[in-house]
């Protein structure tokens, strides 16, 4: 799991929690929270939500997000340095021994797409059918991460609609009962939770979730371009001296300055 997903999802939730103990004149217990429970202010919520969701998706989308979520939220992000070394370490070797030498050291990759990629230029295929490959799978891939973006993105936008819906659904109940002056106050907090809901729900889970899902997909497809371009550089015959300077060229300036500085130690 994604350790700042995680902690920041928690402390949200904790701030929220703090701010309703500060509030509450009765001091701490569980009866304070209590009030903030509303089971029928929760299914017009996140179900309207849900619904609205699947009208504007096919259901093979909307189910497949989760997936997409769970891989782009839990995967580590690749070691771009560790992954530059990988390409020089393969173009000395197929340097010295050719490209069928690299069948056993592929094997070892974790990586998948690095390993189709090595594999293509391991068959023999020319450059321009590994580009047209690989660009198309990124392609994919991109689109796929759209997709799921965008489905947390309108289920951030729909609940808290759907929590004012329920807030007015709630004010029209309470409205028909005027006769019983007991209820109004707290006909009108259960009202306002399903507003409380939703906007928690879409600034604490949805947007957040639509945003990390962004980075992170920036973060894999950028990895990918570098696959691609070590994959290509391998495949005419580049020197390992040149890949490396080459594929520097995606990294930071100070991943590049440790980069140098591992090299400097290692020499030494």
Do not use: C
């Not at 997000?65 to 340095?81: H, R």
């Not at 729900?201 to 997909?217: C, E, M, N, W």
């Amino acid at each position: 799991m994604d350790l700042t997903t995680l902690f920041g999802a928690l402390a949200g939730l904790f701030a929220i929690a703090a701010g309703i103990m500060m509030k509450s004149s009765g001091g701490l217990s569980i009866a304070q929270f209590i009030l903030f429970w509303n089971f029928p202010s929760i299914l017009i919520t996140f179900g309207g939500s849900f619904a609205a969701t699947l009208i504007n998706y096919p259901l093979k989308q909307v189910f497949g997000v989760v997936q997409i979520a769970k891989k782009v939220l839990t995967e580590p992000d690749e070691d771009t340095s560790r992954l530059i070394g990988t390409f020089v370490s393969l173009a000395q070797k197929a340097k010295k021994e050719g490209f069928l030498s690299l069948e056993s050291d592929i094997k070892r990759i974790d990586n998948d797409f690095l390993k189709r990629g090595m594999g293509l230029v391991i068959d023999g295929q020319d450059q321009e059918f590994i580009r047209s490959l690989l660009e198309t799978e990124v392609n994919f891939i991109a689109e796929r991460h759209r997709i799921g973006q965008e489905i947390f993105l309108m289920m951030g936008t729909y609940s808290p609609a759907f929590g004012m819906i329920g807030t007015i659904i709630g004010l029209i109940q309470m409205l028909a009962n005027l006769q019983d002056q007991s209820q109004i106050a707290s006909g009108m907090a259960v009202a306002l939770l399903t507003t409380f809901y939703g906007a928690t729900a879409s600034y604490l889970i949805f947007l957040p979730i639509a945003g990390k899902l962004k980075r992170r997909s920036e973060t894999e497809l950028h990895i990918k371009e570098i696959i691609i371009r070590g994959v290509l550089l391998i495949q005419s015959g580049t020197t390992p001296s040149v890949i490396e300077a080459n594929l520097q060229a995606y990294l930071e300036p100070n991943m590049r300055k440790i980069r140098a500085a591992a090299e400097r130690a290692g020499l030494a």
